[in-house]
């Protein structure tokens, strides 16, 4: 009773503090960590029209001159691949690649996905389309220790993986990196031969089409995948859907392929829920489809650990959800130790009574 | 008195608390935002031979095979630069450079930078020699309000940048984004035209040479900015330079160049100061070489701003150092939050005491 009194007292002295706080003089922008571009397209589902797309259906190459955006082939695209595969082979694996040293034929390597869809019409694509890529593309790669899988969670799993300098996901690889956030289709009897105005995305004679690539790479990515892996899950979906869903990528095409012999198996697979600052929790470890997860993953003799926000995440997720209420304390506690740090003492103590905000949260849930 | 005797009490407890805190299941490698490839070499100084380099003096073309790290130019040079150019405009375009719709040609850029360097000694280049390239790669480029310049904090500027989706910086600019953490030098007599060995990188009768590219990209990204615009500086330096430096880019490039008139001139400049966690405070605003600076922009007729450490930057300097101690108050508030927000209660509410350090300190310091 005390506790709650006192606890009101300290909120209201807060609150006095903070409307009065100084305007900066200053203002930016927040940092936007997540300003990464692939549309995670979910394999068994329709696609999403939320992407505003101004087709340009009747003229023929929309390449030239002035930009249009279209859903057609990525204009560029063999340029792109090629600039990507010298960037990684010869900048990118200087820093933090240096394991290996057999550089890769990138011109055939695009020759060899160009062949199997240029003149072709994308709708007869099917999981073995681009098995011949993907096997030059990975020859000789074992990630060890270090690889991790996403799933509702590219932005946070791709800005925490560094681009590979920390750990390895799907697209910090040589095969899928030089087609990531790129699009293309195959058009017959076309001097191109690539579609750039518009590609159906959603085949209905033919499902696998659409998953040619992108399942199969990430199929070939977890069978190259040893040790101790994490796999990157988001707790607090608002689209209804759970954490661990049957139809996922995760669920489809890596979670049945991780090896289970040999010396290049998969021993312990760490699931990391994470929960978005101002979101509610949804789900988390030992919960719902987790429990179904861990049995899935115990079943086929893999060890299993979940962790809920594993610190180092919770403070990139604050870093990008800068505006967030659940941030806002952290905010403050690092602004006082920086005032602190720069003037001897903090021109705002007052604020650390906003710490006191977090023991009265605990007081008065502990009391309801 | 009685204030320092709680501090001591509380600040045993926490130490108490802390020492039997229980160990995590789960180990991960801290994030690693700068891992970021640009070499930042100064103007006018000597290069720092801290990277160490094979080079294979004695084969021609180091660019197959096997990969081996030399000095001289990138392999794939013209690849890269090609692929960037096509993914900036029309990859990047879509997402946030959507107010030009004018493509650039890229084979026509490349050969201008081409024209300039191959077959040509690398020490005869001087402040002239891509001005037909930027002139082509920049034109129609105006920012404004949010350019943003760097000097000594390249990773957290560009981390902060967004590249380009929140501000712009030189290398979110096609002009430099095409050559940015890349080598080049020419070689006359040659078949490929090409040093892919060794670049000198230090013509002792010619500084400009090793200026050329670089300090024409920064003047000419100086001359179309315009509005508000922001430089990053860092006020903890460990090299004993000062914070604004004769002889940085920005002092010799960027401030010299900035428009004072007509309609796309530049009105004010914001000093952003970073201190680097954990390491001492060596200049803050309104102190030593800023207060020079200061002068310099006002004498220009620019309206001038300083500010220490803008929350926006200290939470992202935070989720990169993660290891740094003055990071860990926030990073215990958070933790302890995010408890609460999953399971109700923290389960380490005795953590809240960490935050009654930062009085503590605000405490001792005043009493000294």
């Not at 010298?86 to 900048?91: L, P, R, S």
């Not at 799933?151 to 681009?163: D, K, L, V």
């Not at 990528?249 to 890596?254: G, L, M």
Request: charged share 20%; glycine share 6%; hydrophobic share 35%.
């Amino acid at each position: 009773m005390y506790a709650r009194m006192i606890c009101m007292i300290y909120l209201l002295v807060l609150w006095v503090s903070l409307s009065k706080q100084e305007p900066r003089n200053i203002q930016l922008k927040p940092p936007n960590l997540s300003g990464q571009y692939r549309i995670n397209v979910s394999p068994f589902e329709e696609i999403a029209n939320n992407v505003q797309i101004e087709a340009r259906a009747n003229t023929g190459y929309p390449c030239n001159g002035t930009f249009t955006k279209t859903n057609g082939t990525t204009c560029g695209l063999k340029e792109i691949m090629l600039g990507r595969c010298y960037e990684y082979q010869y900048i990118k694996r200087g820093l933090y690649l240096s394991n290996t040293t057999d550089i890769k034929n990138c011109t055939e390597l695009y020759d060899l996905f160009e062949s199997e869809v240029r003149y072709k019409p994308y709708c007869n694509m099917n999981m073995s389309t681009y098995s011949k890529y993907f096997e030059k593309a990975l020859a000789g790669v074992h990630v060890i220790n270090r690889a991790i899988f996403w799933s509702g969670t590219y932005a946070i799993a791709h800005t925490y993986s560094g681009h590979g300098s920390n750990y390895i996901t799907l697209e910090d690889t040589l095969a899928a990196n030089m087609l990531d956030g790129l699009m293309w289709c195959g058009k017959e009897n076309d001097t191109e031969g690539f579609d750039y105005v518009s590609c159906p995305n959603n085949c209905k004679d033919n499902r696998w089409a659409d998953l040619a690539f992108w399942g199969l790479a990430s199929r070939t990515f977890a069978e190259r995948v040893s040790g101790e892996i994490y796999v990157v899950l988001n707790g607090s979906r608002t689209d209804g859907r759970p954490t661990y869903r049957n139809g996922s990528y995760f669920a489809e095409f890596e979670l049945p392929y991780f090896k289970r012999n040999g010396s290049f198996r998969v021993t312990k697979i760490n699931a990391l829920v994470l929960h978005t600052p101002d979101l509610p929790v949804t789900e988390k470890c030992g919960e719902k489809s987790l429990v179904f997860l861990e049995k899935l993953i115990r079943d086929a003799q893999f060890e299993y650990n979940c962790v809920d926000d594993p610190d180092e995440l919770i403070m990139l997720m604050c870093a990008d959800s800068w505006g967030a209420r659940e941030c806002q304390v952290a905010r403050n506690s690092l602004r006082q130790l920086w005032d602190i740090k720069l003037y001897g003492t903090s021109n705002a103590i007052i604020h650390s009574l906003s710490f006191v905000v977090l023991f009265c949260i605990g007081v008065f849930r502990q009391i309801v």
